[in-house]
Nanobody, 124 residues
Framework: VQLQASGGGLVQAGGFLRLFCAAS????????MGWFRQAPGKEREFVAAISWSGGSTYYADSVKGRFTISRDNAKSSVYLQMNGLKPEDTAVYYC??????????????????WGQGTLVTVSS
């Protein structure tokens, strides 16, 4: 699976962005999808995950209530709607694909495919 993320940019605190991740290659609906982020000088961290059907979602506490993950299997795409952005949300955001939803939300994440990152910068 090849993953192409886009939609990052510069936004003021309190603003919003919508990230996109387009998949190609193996059947998209076979995979759970997730978003991760890496801030400067920090390790990559989990942001959100969605099951193959879209029926289950899971969020990091830091983004719960502000971010929404969704997917469109017909378009082989996954989205991350980010509202109420804060300066601490500044990071490179990566989309990821995994065989199961559990692989994305467990301690010791197991990702099968990573996309390239898209930079989100939130100014104060």
């Amino acid at each position: 699976v090849q993953l192409q993320a886009s939609g990052g940019g510069l936004v003021q605190a309190g603003g919003f962005l919508r990230l996109f991740c387009a998949a190609s290659g193996r059947p998209f609906s076979n995979y759970a999808m997730g978003w991760f982020r890496q801030a400067p000088g920090k390790e990559r961290e989990f942001v959100a995950a969605i099951s193959w059907s879209g029926g289950s979602t899971y969020y990091a506490d830091s983004v719960k209530g502000r971010f929404t993950i969704s997917r469109d299997n017909a378009k082989s795409s996954v989205y991350l709607q980010m509202n109420g952005l804060k300066p601490e949300d500044t990071a490179v955001y990566y989309c990821a694909a995994a065989e199961t939803f559990g692989h994305l939300v467990r301690v010791g994440v197991r990702v099968d495919y990573w996309g390239q990152g898209t930079l989100v910068t939130v100014s104060s």
